[in-house]
């Protein structure tokens, strides 16, 4: 099982790449629709993140229901028969919308662009990408011992209280990881944010 987990990450790590991938010869592609008839990160784009002073609080709403929802549909989708292909799609789907953004934000303004990228996912980035790996091995795990052959289907069988105990615990704690990523996100990003937004 120990063995099963760490295949699992290496899984999510390939699909991520893919989409990562995928997101960078999209931007690429259509260089016109993305940089010079594209608004994202443009100029205007970058004077309103300036400018802007968010709400914390409002924002720690937004952030915690978006992300929780995220948690709680992958979580569902993984004890039915479509979780894999679900989980799968979901992690392509982060790398590539990454992939499309870093693009974006290079071509833009160079390594000025890699600050801005790392300003928008620190310090929260900290917390939230460790609990997100765990989630999505999470899914897998659980997809694969409520629906694959041997060996995961004799161990679910075999020690399945055992197996429901665990895995309720373990995504107990990848939720509480997650708040409080948001609360990082919703309190100390902004100003960090900010503070790079400086030299643009």
């Not at 997101?23 to 970058?46: E, H, R």
């Not at 928008?120 to 790996?133: D, E, N, R």
Request: net charge positive; charged share 10%.
């Amino acid at each position: 099982m120990q063995q099963s987990t760490i295949k699992n990450c290496y899984y999510v790590l390939y699909l991520f790449m893919i989409g990562l991938f995928l997101g960078i010869l999209i931007v690429n592609v259509g260089y016109d629709a993305w940089i010079k008839d594209g608004s994202l990160l443009g100029t205007d784009m970058i004077v309103r993140l300036k400018n802007s002073v968010p709400d914390s609080g409002g924002l720690f709403d937004y952030i915690v229901k978006h992300r929780l929802f995220t948690v709680c549909m992958l979580g569902l989708l993984a004890t039915t028969i479509i979780g894999l292909p679900a989980v799968c799609g979901y992690i392509c789907y982060i790398g590539l919308a990454a992939g499309c953004l870093l693009s974006v934000a290079v071509i833009r303004y160079g390594i000025r662009g890699l600050l801005l990228m790392a300003a928008g996912i620190f310090p929260q980035g900290i917390l939230l990408i460790p609990s997100y790996i765990a989630l999505f091995v999470w899914a897998v795990s659980v997809n694969r011992m409520l629906y694959s052959k041997n060996p995961y289907k004799e161990y679910y069988i075999r020690y399945s209280r055992q197996v429901y105990l665990t895995k309720g615990l373990q995504i107990i704690g990848i939720v509480a990881v997650v708040i409080m990523g948001c609360l990082l996100e919703s309190y100390v990003n902004p100003k960090m944010l900010h503070f790079i937004l400086k030299i643009f």
